[in-house]
């Protein structure tokens, strides 16, 4: 027999809360540790509640892809977010901001797997181009080439073309070799 319907209610909204006031609690822990500012770890906190409430979605909504996407890339930030106001990673955000990119990459692969479970070029090339463009993004932040971000899209701007044209070639391929692997497309 199936429980109450008012006490099914109950039950998420305690969940819920439990939930808020566990990560609540480690949120105020991590922000009385070495005088850190209590804003960067209430933001960092922030981003990982909204990580948690999407995986809670990504558990029990039909739409769990979009929802996996969404918690896994806002729990990477949240933790990054954490470290930096920890001063566990010394530099600033400021110049770590290309690492937004990779994070989203990242949260393709398991949002892919979830919806077809195996890895599929239709999740897996845009997730690499992500990861991609945060890592040479990341070069120019942290000024670890000799010339400036500028100056390389003035000089390098047909290969950047060049190399878009490529990945909409390799999604092009995917999509329509699909069919003959005995995939059915969504």
């Given at each position: 027999?199936?429980?109450?319907?008012?006490?099914?209610?109950?039950?998420?909204?305690?969940?819920?809360?439990?939930?808020?006031?566990?990560?609540?609690?480690?949120?105020?822990?991590?922000?009385?540790?070495?005088?850190?500012?209590?804003?960067?770890?209430?933001?960092?906190?922030?981003?990982?509640?909204?990580?948690?409430?999407?995986?809670?979605?990504?558990?029990?909504?039909?739409?769990?892809?979009?929802?996996?996407?969404?918690?896994?890339?806002?729990?990477?930030?949240?933790?990054?977010?954490?470290?930096?106001?920890?001063?566990?990673?010394?530099?600033?955000?400021?110049?770590?901001?290309?690492?937004?990119?990779?994070?989203?990459?990242?949260?393709?692969?398991?949002?892919?797997?979830?919806?077809?479970?195996?890895?599929?070029?239709?999740?897996?090339?845009?997730?690499?181009?992500?990861?991609?463009?945060?890592?040479?993004?990341?070069?120019?932040?942290?000024?670890?080439?000799?010339?400036?971000f500028s100056q390389f899209i003035i000089n390098w701007?047909?290969?950047?073309?060049?190399?878009?044209?490529?990945?909409?070639?390799?999604?092009?391929?995917?999509?329509?070799?699909?069919?003959?692997?005995?995939?059915?497309?969504?």
């Open positions: 027999m199936y429980p109450d319907p008012k006490r099914r209610i109950a039950a998420k909204f305690v969940f819920i809360i439990g939930l808020f006031l566990m990560l609540l609690g480690s949120a105020a822990i991590l922000g009385t540790m070495s005088g850190t500012s209590r804003v960067s770890v209430f933001t960092a906190f922030i981003f990982v509640i909204i990580g948690a409430v999407c995986a809670v979605f990504a558990i029990k909504l039909n739409r769990r892809s979009l929802y996996l996407f969404f918690a896994a890339f806002f729990i990477q930030v949240g933790f990054f977010l954490f470290l930096i106001a920890l001063g566990i990673i010394a530099i600033p955000f400021s110049e770590l901001w290309p690492l937004i990119s990779v994070f989203a990459g990242l949260a393709l692969i398991p949002a892919g797997w979830h919806r077809y479970h195996r890895l599929r070029s239709r999740y897996v090339v845009p997730a690499l181009a992500f990861v991609i463009l945060g890592c040479v993004l990341m070069l120019f932040s942290l000024k670890m080439v000799p010339f400036s701007w047909p290969l950047l073309i060049a190399l878009a044209g490529l990945v909409l070639v390799l999604i092009a391929l995917s999509t329509s070799n699909g069919g003959k692997s005995g995939d059915p497309h969504p």
